[in-house]
């Protein structure tokens, strides 16, 4: 209970909590669209989901000067790949972000923007930010990979992945090992989900892929579990972020 209110005490915390919420209702409006819910319920949901969105991108408003400031840190970082993949995102989520911030004023009313044009540049800004982070996934998941064989020619047999699977034993040995793995490298496996189920949604904006809300509210659900994951657990926050 403690950590949960922590967490809502955090604007970081307070916006995952808000994502959840958010893309929960939007997989939950979809669901009940489909099985011809009253029509009433599904506008509750749809007004749930714009008013957290809404709220989020205030929560948001000014961070994208702390994510570009951030992208300068990151520059000086000794490993070449996580410094390029790392830099690059977080100067494309500083663009996103500038976006979204005229997205939000005009929402308000501040401003007239072309509504249209602004969150498609947002949402383009926001892919490849989440695809500089996979690229650093991956190249995190060869490292443990790498270590793992690493360890192995070093006299570790019982860490000897099987190279094929030729009985139930097989199996249960490599379930067991890739647990093992997980719950050792559990910051790699919770920004890997993140990013996997995140990937989709702006692709989806973009046309480049064809998902159903319900699907996307899913996705988006897990993502934010995650993300919640790491700020509950520093062991499961991927370092340096």
Not at 42 to 50: L, M
Not at 189 to 194: A, R, Y
Not at 217 to 238: P, V
């Amino acid at each position: 209970m403690d950590k949960w209110v922590q967490l809502n005490n955090q604007a970081a915390g307070r916006d995952k909590i808000a994502r959840l919420i958010q893309y929960a209702s939007r997989a939950m409006w979809d669901s009940l669209e489909s099985s011809n819910a009253h029509p009433a319920l599904v506008d509750n949901f749809k007004t749930i989901e714009y008013i957290l969105s809404t709220f989020r991108k205030l929560l948001r408003f000014g961070k994208g000067l702390d994510v570009f400031y951030a992208s300068l840190r990151a520059i000086h970082y000794p490993d070449l790949t996580i410094r390029v993949t790392l830099t690059m995102s977080k100067i494309s989520q500083a663009l996103f972000l500038l976006a979204d911030h005229l997205l939000w004023l005009a929402r308000t009313g501040l401003t007239t923007v072309n509504a249209k044009k602004w969150s498609k540049v947002a949402n383009k800004y926001w892919l490849f930010s989440i695809i500089m982070n996979l690229c650093r996934d991956f190249y995190e998941v060869v490292r443990v990979l790498d270590l793992h064989k690493a360890g192995c020619k070093g006299g570790i047999t019982r860490c000897k992945i099987p190279t094929s699977i030729n009985s139930p034993a097989d199996v249960k040995r490599l379930a067991l090992q890739s647990y093992v793995m997980v719950l050792a490298h559990k910051d790699i496996f919770v920004d890997t989900v993140k990013n996997m189920c995140d990937v989709f949604i702006p692709l989806t904006a973009l046309g480049y892929t064809s998902m159903t809300p319900r699907t996307i509210g899913m996705l988006g659900a897990i993502s934010s579990a995650a993300g919640l994951w790491a700020l509950l657990d520093s062991t499961a926050k991927l370092s340096p972020s």
